[in-house]
């Protein structure tokens, strides 16, 4: 390609484009040029190289900020090309600099953690609900973190010296609890400010424009869409990709490049997944707030495919009745899964802390897919049983408690 067409063409890459195009197009602006259309897939675990000075030194480089490899990979703990394509993509979708996968959303917490310990700054401000298992990794202290936890009004009061994070989720899993993202931002001063966003996706909400340092997604969620692939990935500057790249390589907790793959194929439909599986909840949302089986609904302001709502009958019921709905734990994927989180995904969390967060032992969690509306109401409306009779025991309960 001569001078002039490649300049054209940088011209055009770095227009700024709408998230629609990214989610299709980010990580692969050299297939072309390379005479590719679908991304290549490398599975190579190691790289031949004749100079081992110049390996020597890239490899200092790497030990010194952690910046991403220049020049051809080493070995795949330290990275890999097709993982970096999904890096790549997130990154523009989020507005970030960058972006670090890790093996699953539990790998990235844990890097960010281990992160932040590392120099010093064990102090973690988390605000409830969080996921189950990120829960139970701050509150259990196994990366050595002491946590406090707090509402967002709480946060400012609650930094100390070595506080190195604040954790929050909006919308929280399960409860869809939201916080205004920007005034929490702003009560954590310095301090990096980490936000879930796996719940919104960069579709509905960009945490880092309001202020988050860190974003993190569980990206077997909707990221990649199809329940088939688990992974995590962190968003951020290169100063803390950096980190959390060196963190990856001594810990091992990389994305395999089978999954770099589905994660990107998984981001280019996004934005479409997001918008209809939502138009779906919403729906669906409406319909249980009007239902008298149903004492509460918790729809967040933001949107999104997530909806809470609370029965008055028995909630292990109502699971055991839907059968197009399948009653799993998880969530994000092109089908709709319906779960219990005081007995599935916030069984980990004690009981009080539980209840504390307004994770009810009524509370059901749907995740809702692509399916027709009318036929996913369908399931439902049978599966919340029968209404007057077992209503009415309930609430002749409640009223003699
Ligand atoms: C599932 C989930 C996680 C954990 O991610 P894994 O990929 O299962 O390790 C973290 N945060 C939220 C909000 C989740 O829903």
Not at 182 to 202: E, Q, S
Request: aromatic share 4%; charged share 20%; hydrophobic share 45%.
């Amino acid at each position: 390609m001569d001078t002039a067409s490649t300049g054209a063409y940088d011209a055009v890459r770095t227009a700024p484009r709408a998230l629609a195009t990214e989610a299709v197009h980010a990580g692969r602006d050299d297939l072309a040029r390379q005479g590719l259309h679908a991304p290549p897939i490398d599975l190579s675990t190691t790289y031949p190289s004749y100079d081992s000075r110049a390996e020597a030194a890239r490899i200092d480089a790497f030990a010194g900020d952690g910046a991403d490899l220049a020049g051809p990979p080493v070995y795949a703990r330290l990275g890999n090309p097709t993982v970096a394509r999904f890096e790549t993509a997130l990154a523009r979708l989020e507005g970030t600099e960058t972006a670090v996968a890790f093996a699953s959303g539990m790998a990235a917490l844990s890097a960010v953690l281990l992160a932040c310990a590392a120099t010093g700054l064990r102090h973690a401000v988390a605000v409830r609900p969080l996921y189950g298992c990120s829960d139970h990794l701050l509150t259990a202290g196994l990366l050595g973190t002491e946590v406090t936890w707090t509402d967002p009004d709480g946060i400012a009061g609650a930094l100390r010296p070595d506080t190195g994070l604040v954790l929050i989720e909006s919308p929280a899993n399960p409860t869809l609890a939201e916080a205004d993202l920007r005034a929490v931002a702003r009560a954590c001063g310095p301090v990096p400010l980490l936000v879930d966003n796996t719940f919104a996706t960069p579709v509905l909400q960009r945490p880092a424009e309001q202020g988050a340092r860190l974003v993190l997604h569980s990206a077997t969620k909707y990221l990649g869409g199809h329940g088939d692939v688990l992974a995590g990935v962190v968003a951020c500057d290169e100063e803390f990709a950096g980190r959390l790249r060196q963190i990856r390589f001594a810990t091992g907790g990389v994305l395999h490049p089978l999954a770099g793959y589905l994660l990107l194929r998984g981001l280019s439909t996004l934005p479409v997944r997001v918008r209809a599986a939502s138009a779906n909840a919403a729906e669906l949302a409406r319909r249980l707030a009007a239902d008298p089986r149903v004492a509460r609904v918790r729809y967040p302001r933001l949107g999104g495919a997530m909806v809470a709502f609370e029965v008055h009958g028995d909630p292990h019921e109502v699971i055991s009745r839907v059968r197009l709905v399948t009653p799993a734990v998880s969530l994000g994927s092109v089908d709709t899964l319906i779960q219990h989180p005081a007995s599935i995904s916030h069984r980990i969390v004690d009981a009080d802390d539980r209840r504390g967060a307004g994770v009810t032992d009524r509370l059901l969690r749907l995740s809702v897919g692509l399916e027709d509306v009318d036929d996913l109401w369908a399931d439902l409306d049978r599966a919340l049983g029968a209404p007057c009779e077992r209503q009415g025991v309930e609430e002749l309960r409640e009223a003699v408690r």
